[in-house]
């Protein structure tokens, strides 16, 4: 190659260097990025997780007596299962025998401590302590079981009452012992005496008297129907008569079927033990659809109270802010009394009851839901023969609740 060629490709190379160093840098680069990651799950909040609902029970009996009380702590296990997070708290034994040193205040108070924003009270001795533990605690939602000071207006304005019209239990009850008896003597073992406990073994008269003719074609008022009040809910030695004893008087005077409105299944045992001994005797417990389980061989059947829907319904309005105070007397749902979801009474039917005689009770309770059955017209008398009902007088509801006396044509004191 020539030193003119030579010379010529170094002035290029010169000029390429030059014209590159003159040339704009380019602009630096970004900041690096990290890479996309994805959004962090953040932690559950207060406002994001559905709060604890805490509600009390207070049990006059033991929770697990097979009557009155079990039948309210099966109610609030009943609410925990259909309502997430809610929980309940309860004291049961309740009572002067069992907890003679507590009251119902002290109760409240503890519960109350505990996050408590409902309370049920379930006795009808409960009546005038809960109003005075609502008077304390106006933010807490108080429902008194069986009482009536809503319908009265003595009750603070955060207490609410509940019943179930077990009056159509009770009327299924005497006519199913009606249809049972061969000696025409039915005993009604009583605690103590008051509105309720008269109202109550004054339908189970007339539902035995109406099954008594029309099923039996027998005389109604030829049908013995002795009542015998032990004086409490329950048996409390030394204070009360021994139900026991009661349940054995009534079958020794000929009772053949034994009707309980006692919260505890003595008189159920005792025919169990009757029987035993060669007898034909025949029981109706009261309260709790498992009562049968006692001595199911005698037991006809159990008028008892379903609390489950009534718990709910009021633990829900006050979860959501529409609970307002009233006075309920919840009925069966007619349509399947024994459903656990809608009715507040039912009746379950023993194995000591026959095909016929079941059958004769279905009759009785489609005339009850249809209306074609109604026991409470008059002419009734009261048991010292002044009108409860005059002819063809349809009985109210606060005329049947406030029941002055028994009945007449009833055995047992009235006062």
């Not at 409860?388 to 007449?408: N, P, R």
């Given at each position: ?48 997780t ?13 929770y ?115 249809l ?107 309260d ?10 005698v ?81 009734l ?12 007088e ?20 009235s006062?």
């Amino acid at each position: 190659m020539s030193k003119r060629l030579w010379s010529l490709i170094g002035i290029l190379v010169i000029a390429a260097l030059v014209l590159a160093a003159c040339k704009p840098s380019p602009p630096p680069p970004p900041p690096p990025t990290e890479e996309p990651t994805e959004a962090p799950t953040e932690e559950p909040t207060e406002e994001s997780t559905p709060e604890e609902f805490v509600f009390g029970v207070i049990l006059v009996g033991p929770y697990n007596d097979h009557g009155w009380s079990e039948a309210h702590y099966t109610a609030a296990e009943y609410v925990t299962e259909k309502l997430p997070n809610a929980t309940f708290i309860y004291m049961d034994k309740l009572n002067p025998a069992d907890r003679p040193e507590t009251t119902l205040e002290q109760v409240v108070d503890d519960m109350v401590s505990q996050g408590a924003k409902v309370i049920f009270t379930t006795s009808d001795d409960f009546m005038e302590d809960t109003d005075r533990a609502a008077e304390k605690y106006p933010d807490i939602t108080f429902i008194h079981i069986s009482g009536d000071h809503v319908l009265t207006g003595q009750a603070p304005s955060n207490v609410g009452n509940y019943m179930g019209r077990m009056e159509y239990g009770k009327m299924i009850a005497g006519c199913t012992a009606a249809l049972a008896t061969e000696t025409g003597t039915i005993g009604y073992v009583g605690p103590l005496i008051n509105f309720e406990t008269r109202r109550l073994a004054a339908s189970a008269y007339l539902g035995a008297r109406y099954c008594y003719e029309h099923y039996r074609g027998m005389d109604p008022d030829n049908l013995r129907f002795i009542v015998t009040w032990i004086g409490f809910w329950f048996n409390i030695p030394g204070v009360t008569l021994d139900p026991t004893e009661v349940s054995n008087d009534l079958i020794n005077e000929g009772a053949d079927v034994l009707i309980s409105g006692i919260d505890t299944t003595e008189a159920l045992v005792v025919v169990g033990q009757r029987a035993a001994q060669g007898e034909r005797v025949f029981a109706i417990p009261y309260d709790y659809e498992h009562a049968c389980d006692e001595a199911p061989e005698v037991c006809l059947g159990v008028p008892y109270f379903n609390w489950g829907p009534g718990y709910l319904e009021q633990v829900q309005a006050v979860v959501g802010g529409t609970w307002e105070q009233e006075w309920v007397w919840a009925g069966p749902d007619w349509s399947d009394i024994n459903s656990p979801d809608t009715s507040a009474i039912g009746f379950l039917r023993g194995p000591a009851l026959s095909e016929e005689w079941s059958a004769q009770v279905d009759e009785f309770i489609a005339g009850l839901a249809d209306g074609s059955i109604n026991l409470f017209v008059g002419p009734l008398n009261y048991q010292d023969g002044t009108p409860f009902l005059a002819e063809g007088e349809v009985a109210t509801d606060e005329q049947i609740w406030y029941m002055e006396q028994l009945l007449e044509g009833m055995e047992g004191p009235s006062e």
